[in-house]
Nanobody
Framework: VQLQASGGGLVQAGGSLRLSCAAS????????MSWFRQAPGKEREFVAA????????FYADSVKGRFTISRDKVKNTMYLQMNTLKPEDTAVYYC????????????????????WGQGTQVTVSS
C-alpha cells in the first residue's frame, strides 16, 4: 500500500486547511486509516482515525470540534479538514494505514500501523 499525503501549507491562526491522503496498491477487507502529527522537538502524536468500512471515527481531545476526518471510498482517499487552526497545530502531518479495525486505544499507537505516507508540513502563524 502506498500513501500520498498532500494539502499542507502556511495559514494564519483561525484559518483552515484540508489535508488529503491518497491510497493505492494492495487493499484489505478491513483497515483503519489515521492522521498523526509531529511538531519540532516532540514525539509523533495521534490526531484522528477512521475505520474504512464502517466509518467509525476517533479524535484526539486536542482537535475535537475543530478537525474532521473523512474518507471517499471511490477515490480511496482520506481527508482531514482542519478549522480554527492554532499555532500549536504546527507540525508535519502523516497519514497511516493499519490492516485491521483498530479500537480507539489501539488507534493511538503508531506501532500498530503498517503503512505511512511521506508527511505534509502545516504551519500556523500567530
Amino acid at each position: 500500500v502506498q500513501l500520498q499525503a498532500s494539502g499542507g501549507g502556511l495559514v494564519q491562526a483561525g484559518g483552515s486547511l484540508r489535508l488529503s491522503c491518497a491510497a493505492s496498491g494492495r487493499t484489505y477487507s478491513s483497515y483503519t486509516m489515521s492522521w498523526f502529527r509531529q511538531a519540532p522537538g516532540k514525539e509523533r502524536e495521534f490526531v484522528a482515525a477512521i475505520r474504512w468500512s464502517a466509518g467509525t471515527i476517533f479524535y484526539a481531545d486536542s482537535v475535537k470540534g475543530r478537525f474532521t476526518i473523512s474518507r471517499d471510498k471511490v477515490k480511496n482517499t482520506m481527508y482531514l479538514q482542519m478549522n480554527t487552526l492554532k499555532p500549536e497545530d504546527t507540525a508535519v502531518y502523516y497519514c497511516a494505514a493499519a490492516a485491521a479495525n483498530l479500537i480507539l486505544s489501539a488507534s493511538r499507537d503508531e506501532h500498530l500501523y503498517d503503512y505511512w505516507g511521506q508527511g505534509t508540513q502545516v504551519t500556523v502563524s500567530s
